[in-house]
């Protein structure tokens, strides 16, 4: 019988294009950015159909009528193969170059910063050498590296870069887990990692250019890894002591998925009754009831990594709260104060004024609003982002640095 995580993971239609916010009914089946819904998946979907299809070559291999899955031997972050192979093809990332040859004409690898690339499966091509593969102790210190010494990085600019590569590395560590099969507790400590990463990546990269950041791909493989996370915790002996924390992101994230709310309400009580998840319920709930004023109080309370979370719900609540307004103000004698908008939206005057006019709300001179229903409008789509409201969740970071909130020691 398949366990409640595994019916919870359920295949979704992948094809599906995510709806723009228009209205309410859409509001509740896509998300304010437009970024990827809730995905049910099985296996083979959190896995990724390209990785799949690279473990097929040695799922079907048998060994005196049992299956044998590769064990990796490379004891550094980088097959000296493949250094080797990238030294030769000048395909050297800068941040993995020895020092002192990054003006020579073929730079070398610096074996102690060079980090296996994701690679594509191919027709032909053995995925499965142990020499090739890193044992999971390996990759979760691989992880620790591209963290500490790269994302967290001071002095590797611009961000977008970085983002790229530790992107890219720790496809790399994903493809080498699936190919050995890893679970276990090292699993879960790589999964956590990487969903903290992305969605910490989703909050900091949010309106750059489609060149630089895809905020559709950043969702696909968030939603791939924490669904994966989430089967570890189900199927897992544990403990897991940042269970509590990863429910609560996961929803969050999801504000206003049925299925990631039936998720959370099949948690044991004590996971489910947790200040977390408690909280992450209130806010759903508010989103649900179309509640955007309670929704933003609650919001309040949230910490710096689960504002990143919720932070591209909030276009959707501003819109739904100034509609709300827009019905219940409509009057030509009533005037609303711009301050008490902008204390409840959390935002400074300025951006609350450029929000209101977006929606065809007049501020006049005395910075007053001027509801009315019929001036309401919808405004084109890419002019507001939400970004907008990234000083409100930049207040909580304060002295957080990136490592501690990647590693969940904020």
């Given amino acids: 019988m398949e366990s409640d995580a ?9 094809r599906r294009a995510p709806r ?8 509740r089946d896509a998300p304010a950015d437009g970024g990827g819904q809730w995905r049910q998946k ?66 070398r690898g610096d074996p102690f910063r060079a980090v296996k690339e994701y690679s594509r ?21 691989t992880v620790c590296y591209l963290i500490d010494d790269i994302a967290a990085s001071l002095h590797l600019q611009p961000w977008t870069e970085v983002y790229s590569f530790v992107f890219d590395r720790l496809r790399g560590v994903k493809q080498d887990m699936i190919i050995q099969r890893v679970s276990g507790l090292t699993c879960v400590a790589i999964l956590e990692r990487t969903v903290r990463f992305l969605i910490y990546a989703s909050y900091r990269l949010c309106g750059e250019p489609l060149r630089f950041y895809d905020p559709r791909i950043n969702d696909t493989h968030l939603q791939e890894n924490l669904s994966w996370l989430l089967d570890c915790y189900a199927t ?9 924390e990863m429910q609560a992101l996961g929803l969050l994230y999801n504000l206003g998925s049925g299925r990631a709310t039936q998720h959370i309400m099949e948690l044991p009580k004590r996971l489910r009754s947790s200040p977390a998840v408690t909280l992450a319920l209130s806010i759903n ?8 004023v309670r929704l933003l109080r609650l919001a309040r309370r949230l910490n710096f990594l689960q504002s990143c979370a919720l932070h591209r719900h909030l276009v959707a609540g501003g819109r739904d709260l100034l509609l709300i307004y827009s019905h219940g103000y409509s009057s030509r004698n009533c005037r609303f104060p711009l301050d008490e908008l902008a204390q409840l939206l959390s935002l400074d005057t300025a951006l609350a004024a450029r929000l209101c006019q977006a929606y065809g709300v007049a501020v006049n001179q005395d910075n007053q609003l001027v509801f009315s229903k019929a001036a309401f409008t919808e405004p084109e789509q890419g002019k507001l982002h939400c970004k907008l409201y990234h000083n409100m969740v930049a207040e909580k970071q304060r002295d957080l640095s990136v490592r501690s909130i990647i590693h969940g020691c904020a």
């Fill in 6 to 14: 595994r019916r919870f993971l359920r295949p979704m239609n992948r």
């Fill in 20 to 27: 723009r916010v228009g209205s309410h009914s859409q509001r």
């Fill in 42 to 107: 099985t296996d083979e979907q959190w896995r990724g159909q390209a990785q799949v299809r690279e473990g097929e070559r040695y799922e079907g291999r048998q060994h005196h009528g049992k299956e044998t899955t590769p064990r990796g031997t490379c004891q550094t972050m980088c097959p000296a193969r493949e250094l080797r192979d990238r030294e030769l093809q000048n395909c050297l990332h800068r941040f993995e170059m020895l020092a002192g040859t990054e003006r020579d004409r073929k730079p």
């Fill in 121 to 141: 499966p191919a027709a032909g091509k053995d995925s499965t050498k142990p020499t090739d593969l890193r044992p999971p102790a390996v990759l979760l210190k």
């Fill in 236 to 244: 897992g002996t544990g403990p897991h002591p940042n269970q509590e």
């Fill in 285 to 292: 709930r508010a989103f649900l009831e179309r509640n955007p």
